[in-house]
Nanobody, 125 residues
């Protein structure tokens, strides 16, 4: 079992930056693929970014490519999402998720096994 706790959300203005963190419990974090998803009010939870268990591979949604960067520190059991040039449409609850299986990066929420409770990001115009 893995427990995930997100932090770093907040209220910012358009163009600002935020860095989200997701701290994981357990000794097997380094073997998990990790992803970030987000859910805006009235919308489906959508994929944002993912990183392989080794950290060698990353993948981004088109809407955040070039603005967001996912990274991980396996020594700290933590995955990060650096968000730059934020836009009002980035407003959502951001969730991190863990995938127990090694292999290709996952982009579908059903492919992830563990979820955090989320952190709110609000971007004002």
């Amino acid at each position: 079992q893995v427990q995930l706790v997100e932090s770093g959300g907040g209220l910012v203005q358009a163009g600002d930056s935020l860095r989200l963190s997701c701290a994981a419990s357990g000794r097997t974090f380094s073997s998990y693929g990790m992803g970030w998803f987000r859910q805006a009010p009235g919308k489906e939870r959508e994929f944002v970014a993912a990183i392989s268990w080794s950290g060698d591979s990353t993948y981004y949604a088109d809407s955040v490519k070039g603005r967001f960067t996912i990274s991980r520190d396996n020594a700290k059991n933590t995955v990060y999402l650096q968000m730059n040039s934020l836009k009002p449409e980035d407003t959502a609850v951001y969730y991190c998720a863990a995938d127990r299986t090694r292999g290709r990066i996952k982009t579908m929420k059903l492919e992830y096994d563990y979820w955090g409770r989320g952190t709110q990001v609000t971007v004002s115009s």
